[in-house]
């Protein structure tokens, strides 16, 4: 719990991790794309220095990536701070190392000059307002990209909220007929029914739609659910499970097989005179989960109103939204059979 905690108030932080090789490379080109742009703007073209351009890049670099690896190394000490005092702090931290590294460099360029204790105030002053304002553009640059992730994560929680809400069991008044009939003649069983229809329910509704869950856990689901639907349908359902993987270690979105079965009953099973067999399959694959369910289809006139639609998009705009493009939910169907196959990474 509390490393979930520290994870959100992470993730929760303007302020980027400069730690991580990608956010050094950037700063590294920024800044060489600086320094070229303050060498060409003191000389002309055809008069460029390499001379200055390398030493300007090596001051300017050094200061950059001694600030960065500080705020790195400060940043957990940052998060514990508002808006605005961690923004002071950073500016404090980031304007100390440009003023200590232009006096190294001015004792450094002006042997003469700092033998007699003299400094040149002026470059030092430039250089902390060009470091006071290059500062003030990054760090408003990290808080509107952190402002529009944030944005982007409310309307991505949103978005697969609504399209959960969406996502209800079909079969409530079945199964409340079937609580009604069972009340007299086996109360027992009445009373396992509405405990896996309100734990179905439960699922239904909960929020942590974005985060997902055991496998083991969505399977438990399923299970109620084909109980449920075995006291109404008897003899004509069968599921054949075959899970290939370790349900403890995999993790899907929740509520994502249990309404592709239901569909593979009510659509496939539950029109057809004798029944017949849903066959769920999961297996993992080039470091991807692979599950399947197929189901015997009736002849034509015999089905249902094609209705099940809704459910398939609703379950392929819940995997694109959590795993982007990599997520898939495929059909394929012929005279006897319909098969939905979903995929995404693990």
């Known amino acids: 719990m509390r490393s979930e905690k520290a994870s959100s108030v992470e993730e929760d932080f303007f302020l980027p991790d400069l730690c991580q090789a ?14 070229l742009v303050l060498v060409l703007s003191q000389s002309r073209l055809i008069d460029f220095s390499w001379v200055s351009f390398g030493l300007t890049s090596l001051f300017i670099q050094w200061t950059v990536l001694s600030s960065t690896a500080v705020l790195c190394n400060f940043r957990p000490t940052l998060m514990r701070l508002s808006v605005p005092m961690a923004t002071t702090a950073g500016y404090v931290l980031i304007l100390s190392l440009t003023l200590i590294f232009s006096l190294i460099a001015t004792w450094i360029s002006n042997k003469e000059l700092a033998r ?12 902390l307002i060009v470091a006071a304002v290059m500062t003030g553009i990054a760090f408003r640059y990290f808080f509107l990209q952190h402002q529009l992730r944030r944005q982007e994560q409310a309307e991505l929680n949103s ?19 079937i609580i009604a ?19 179905l329910f439960r699922a239904s509704l909960n929020d942590s739609t974005d985060k997902p869950v ?15 639907e075995g006291l109404r349908l008897d003899d004509r359902l069968d599921v054949d499970w075959q899970v290939d993987v370790d349900p403890d270690n995999v993790r899907i979105p929740l509520l994502t097989l249990q309404p592709l079965l239901e569909n593979a009953i009510y659509h496939g099973i539950q029109p057809l005179p004798n029944g017949g067999t849903v066959l769920v399959r999961i297996r993992e ?3 991807c989960l692979i599950a399947s369910i197929s189901n015997p289809v009736a002849a034509l006139g015999q089905t249902h109103s094609s209705g099940n639609q809704m459910a398939l998009d609703n379950i392929r705009s819940r995997l694109e939204a959590i795993y982007g493009a990599q997520a898939s939910l495929v059909t394929e169907s012929d005279e006897t ?9 693990l």
Not at 117 to 125: A, K, Q, T
Not at 186 to 196: I, W
Not at 337 to 345: G, H
Request: glycine share 4%; proline share 3%.
């Open 214 to 228: 055991l496998l083991s856990e969505e399977l438990s689901l399923c299970d109620k659910y084909v109980h449920i």
């Open 22 to 35: 990608q956010s050094i490379l950037f700063l590294v080109l920024v800044t060489e794309l600086l320094v």
């Open 159 to 177: 978005r697969i909220q609504a399209l959960q809400s969406r996502i209800r069991p079909h079969f409530l008044f079945n199964s409340m007929n």
């Open 116 to 127: 007699w204790g003299v400094v040149e105030l002026g470059d030092i002053g430039r250089n």
């Open 285 to 287: 694959e080039a470091n």
């Open 337 to 345: 059979s319909f098969c939905t196959t979903i995929s995404y990474p």
């Open 181 to 199: 009939s069972l009340i007299s003649i086996d109360p027992e069983t009445a009373e396992e029914v509405v405990e896996d229809l309100s734990m």
